[in-house]
């Protein structure tokens, strides 16, 4: 075998191991996981553990998460990889390029508080001066905590109006001497009723998209 037919082997290989990652770099790289929380957190507020069923709540994050993340992919295919498809420029530094405007996106939605933890726990002596000097290896750590910090305060606003309409339902059967009935039967219709006239569906993905900028 030939030296370029051991060099395509390698290409792809790696191109292989490259392809088992797409799913943890959807999740770890992208909005997706703020996304997916912040719609579960939806679901168990109207106390409709079903509907809509996981593979529509991944399907629409999924697809919100393209939405939220074209501008960023936008622009990894204009600086990386159609430089690299027309052969300007070789693998090494199409991965360089790439990694700039995501790096943009991830540092605008990390907290400073997370990003000095995990540079505090990466244990460097010289503390990063610029964006530059951060690596990715504490960058994603933290950009992960920070998404998750995010959708759980956005979960709770969510759950207020429905805790609110729950504590009423309760409050007034207990009143009523209904014990026996439980509450979520009556305060399932007007959890939806709410959500519905609200135009729920709306204004979180409204909320969510905003929440990227």
């Known amino acids: 075998m030939s030296q370029v037919d051991g060099?395509?082997?390698?290409?792809v290989l790696l191109?292989?191991?490259a392809l088992t990652l797409i799913p943890a770099a959807l999740f770890c790289l992208t909005g997706f996981t703020r996304i997916l929380i912040v719609l579960g957190f939806i679901r168990t507020a109207i106390g409709t553990p079903t509907a809509p069923p996981n593979q529509v709540l991944v399907g629409i994050a999924l697809f919100l998460t393209l939405f939220v993340m074209?501008?960023?992919f936008n622009q990894i295919k204009t600086t990386a990889w159609d430089p690299l498809e027309a052969g300007r420029i070789n693998t090494a530094q199409a991965i360089?390029?790439?990694?700039l405007p995501l790096r943009d996106f991830?540092?605008?939605q990390t907290r400073r508080s997370d990003l000095a933890l995990f540079v505090r726990l990466s244990g460097?002596?010289?503390q990063p001066r610029t964006r530059a000097d951060i690596p990715m290896t504490t960058l994603i750590p933290a950009f992960i905590v920070s998404e998750l910090k995010t959708a759980f305060?956005?979960?709770f606003m969510i759950f207020l109006p429905f805790l609110i309409i729950d504590l009423i339902v309760?409050?007034?059967?207990?009143?009523?001497?209904?014990?026996m009935l439980p509450p979520i039967f009556i305060s399932l219709p007007f959890k939806i009723l709410l959500f519905v006239l609200v135009d729920g569906w709306a204004l979180i993905t409204d909320s969510l998209v905003r929440s990227f900028s």
């Open 7 to 11: 060099e395509s082997a390698v290409q």
């Open 15 to 17: 191109l292989i191991g």
């Open 70 to 72: 074209a501008p960023t």
């Open 96 to 99: 360089e390029r790439a990694q």
């Open 106 to 108: 991830m540092f605008q």
């Open 124 to 126: 460097t002596r010289e």
């Open 153 to 155: 305060q956005i979960g």
């Open 170 to 179: 309760a409050s007034t059967l207990m009143s009523m001497g209904m014990i």
